[in-house]
């Protein structure tokens, strides 16, 4: 008996899709990805053109846009100089205009952003770690843990991605916020202004300075509690938007123009949240700066908890409410221009 031959496409079931010298995974269409793994293909995007699969590229372009978002504090380097250095001079910057015109008067144009070359450092590793790290917590723990219990903690996997992210991310931007806050809470003439020069002076004195992981601590106690803060109230306040407000359990009824908007919306209320819980840390951190010799509890009964929680606010929520707002934005229109999707909603 003979039997009838087989197609080609029988014969070589998976082979057929690729060329033997180009990787499978470079030939599928964009809405396919290859799993090396087991060696299957999956879909990678729905019918909205989103990603589901969260593969290396997703987290490598999360990175990317978490370090475009910290462009927005560039910018602001001005009116974090004055905010750091009242904190730490209270007597010498009486207020926030005090303290631009004396600096402007002093040192001009430049004196204003003294400190930027640390600040671009420091925040765009800080932030691109920071939200690439808490998308692949939160998307491996919604994933892997039972299913009712992930629906009924979502705070909780917020809270536990959003901290651990920020745990690592703050380990890379502690040198360069070191450099930052001496730069900008020195006294003029007192400490080198320009980047090269401060670097190698904290270098050189880096026993005396506690550089390069001096402030780990204080940073982590600032960072922390405010990235917590800030993620999980931001969750939560566009899924209020969504379901509450705009009526829609599919975020994708609206267009980007409208999911934009929602995550500034959202940004701004969350970065209003997490200034006011951080500021009593980040307060210690620039005192700490001038005073190197003081514990943190010798700080605190120096200036006092009322002067702590309160000094600097003002400024500090114009400049980290409205900033942490901006960087939502900007990180949520990368990830739609690249495809990803805005973030939250989805519940």
């Known amino acids: 008996m003979t039997f009838p031959e087989k197609s080609y496409r029988q014969r070589q079931p998976e082979s057929w899709l690729a060329s033997p010298r180009m990787p499978l995974q470079h030939q599928l269409p964009n809405n396919v990805f290859y799993d090396r793994y087991n060696g299957s293909l999956n879909k990678q995007k729905d019918s909205n053109g989103v990603y589901q699969q969260k593969d290396d590229f997703y987290y490598a372009k999360c990175l990317a846009g978490g370090a475009l978002s910290s462009s927005v504090r560039w ?6 100089f004055i905010k750091t250095a009242s ?4 007597n010498r910057y009486t207020s926030f205009a005090n303290g631009l015109s004396v ?4 040192q001009g144009v430049s004196g204003l952003y003294r400190g930027l070359t640390p600040t671009v450092l420091a925040y765009s590793t800080q932030s691109g770690t920071k939200y690439a790290t808490y998308e692949f917590l939160k998307y491996n723990l919604q994933e892997n843990l039972d299913s009712e219990f992930a629906a009924r903690h979502k705070s909780l996997i917020y809270m536990i991605s959003a901290g651990c992210a920020e745990a690592v991310a703050d380990v890379l931007m502690c040198p360069w916020e070191m450099l930052k806050v001496k730069l900008q809470t020195s006294h003029f003439g007192e400490f080198p202004s320009h ?3 401060a670097l ?3 270098i050189r004195r880096r026993r005396e300075y506690g550089f390069p992981f001096g402030s780990l601590k204080p940073l982590w106690t600032r960072q922390i509690i405010g990235t917590v803060t800030n993620f999980v109230t931001f969750e939560h306040t566009v899924n209020g938007i969504y379901h509450h407000i705009l009526n829609t359990h599919n975020k994708n009824d609206y267009s980007a123009t409208t999911q934009l908007a929602v995550t500034f919306a959202a940004g701004f209320v969350s970065g209003t949240a997490a200034t006011i819980v951080s500021h009593p840390a980040d307060s210690l951190l620039s005192l700490q700066a001038r005073y190197p010799d003081k514990t943190p ?7 006092g908890w009322k002067n702590l929680a309160t000094q600097g606010l003002v400024p500090r ?3 980290t409410g409205t900033t942490i707002a901006l960087q939502w934005f900007l990180y949520d229109s990368f990830k739609s221009a690249f495809g990803l999707g805005t973030t939250g909603g989805t519940d």
């Open 103 to 106: 600096v402007f008067r002093e």
């Open 87 to 90: 904190q730490a001079n209270p």
């Open 297 to 303: 509890r010798e700080i605190v009964q120096l200036v």
């Open 200 to 202: 190698a002076t904290m």
């Open 317 to 319: 929520v114009a400049l």
């Open 195 to 197: 980047f090269r020069p």
């Open 75 to 80: 910018v602001f380097t001005p009116i974090d």
